[in-house]
C-alpha cells in the first residue's frame, strides 16, 4: 500500500514536472516567433523607401501626400501630377 502511495506522488511529480516543461517551450516557441517577426518587420521597414499612402493637387498647382517611412521630406522635389 505505502509503494502505491509513493509512486502516485512521484507520478504526479512527474507529471508536473513534464506540463511545465511543455509550458515553459510553448512560451519559449510563442518568444521566438514575436522576435522573428519583429526582426522581419524592422529590416523591410528600413530597407523600404518612402510608402506614399496618397496624393493629393491643390488648386495652385502643388501636389501634396501621406507619407511613411524614410525619406519622405526628400520626396517633395520629384513629385509630379501624372493626370494632367
Same mark, same amino acid.
Given at each position: 500500500?505505502?509503494? %502505491?502511495?509513493?509512486?502516485?506522488?512521484?507520478?504526479?511529480?512527474?507529471?508536473?514536472?513534464? &506540463?511545465?516543461?511543455? $509550458? *515553459?517551450?510553448?512560451?519559449?516557441?510563442?518568444?521566438? #516567433?514575436?522576435?522573428? *517577426?519583429?526582426?522581419?518587420?524592422?529590416?523591410?521597414?528600413?530597407?523600404?523607401?518612402?510608402?506614399? *499612402?496618397?496624393? &493629393?493637387?491643390?488648386?495652385?498647382?502643388?501636389?501634396?501626400?501621406? /507619407? #511613411?517611412? $524614410?525619406? /519622405?521630406? %526628400? *520626396?517633395?522635389?520629384?513629385?509630379?501630377?501624372?493626370?494632367?
Amino acid at each position: 500500500m505505502q509503494s %502505491d502511495a509513493s509512486s502516485s506522488a512521484l507520478s504526479l511529480k512527474f507529471r508536473h514536472h513534464k &506540463e511545465r516543461a511543455h $509550458r *515553459l517551450k510553448a512560451i519559449i516557441f510563442a518568444v521566438s #516567433i514575436v522576435f522573428v *517577426l519583429a526582426y522581419f518587420t524592422f529590416t523591410i521597414y528600413t530597407h523600404s523607401g518612402p510608402i506614399v *499612402l496618397g496624393t &493629393e493637387m491643390n488648386g495652385n498647382g502643388q501636389v501634396e501626400y501621406m /507619407c #511613411i517611412g $524614410r525619406s /519622405c521630406e %526628400d *520626396l517633395g522635389a520629384n513629385f509630379s501630377w501624372k493626370d494632367q
